[in-house]
C-alpha cells in the first residue's frame, strides 16, 4: 500500500487548502479512507472518513468547513479546508480507516494568523 498526499502549504488565516492523497496497492473503490492530522506536540487525531459508498463524516470541530470526497478512478481522496485557522496547522495523513497501513510523510499545513 502506498499513500501519497499533497497539497498542503502556508495559508493566512481564512484561506483554503484542497489536500489530495494519492493511493495505489489498494482496492481503492472499495475501501473507506479517511484523512487524519497531528499538530504539534498533539496526538494524531482522525478529522474525516469517507466509505466506498461516498458516505462522509467529519469530526465536529471542523465539520462546517472540511469537506472529504474522494475520485475512485484516479484513487484519490480529497480534503477541501476552508475559512482555515491557526489551530488547523498540522501535518495531515490520509490512510485506510479499518486496516490502516503504514503512516507517510503526511503533508504540512500552516496557517498563520
Known amino acids: 500500500v502506498q499513500l501519497q498526499a499533497s497539497g498542503g502549504g502556508l495559508v493566512q488565516a481564512g484561506g483554503s487548502l484542497r489536500l489530495s492523497c494519492a493511493a495505489s496497492?489498494?482496492?481503492?473503490?472499495?475501501?473507506?479512507m479517511a484523512w487524519y492530522r497531528q499538530a504539534p506536540g498533539k496526538q494524531r487525531e482522525l478529522v474525516a472518513t469517507?466509505?466506498?459508498?461516498?458516505?462522509?463524516n467529519v469530526t465536529d470541530s471542523v465539520k462546517e468547513r472540511f469537506t472529504i470526497s474522494r475520485d475512485n478512478v484516479k484513487k484519490t481522496v480529497y480534503l477541501q479546508m476552508n475559512s482555515l485557522e491557526p489551530e488547523d496547522t498540522a501535518v495531515y495523513y490520509c490512510?485506510?480507516?479499518?486496516?490502516?497501513?503504514?503512516w507517510g510523510k503526511g503533508t504540512l499545513v500552516t496557517v498563520s494568523s
Open positions: 469517507i466509505s466506498r459508498s461516498g458516505t462522509t
Open positions: 496497492g489498494i482496492l481503492f473503490s472499495l475501501t473507506t
Open positions: 490512510n485506510l480507516y479499518y486496516s490502516p497501513a503504514s
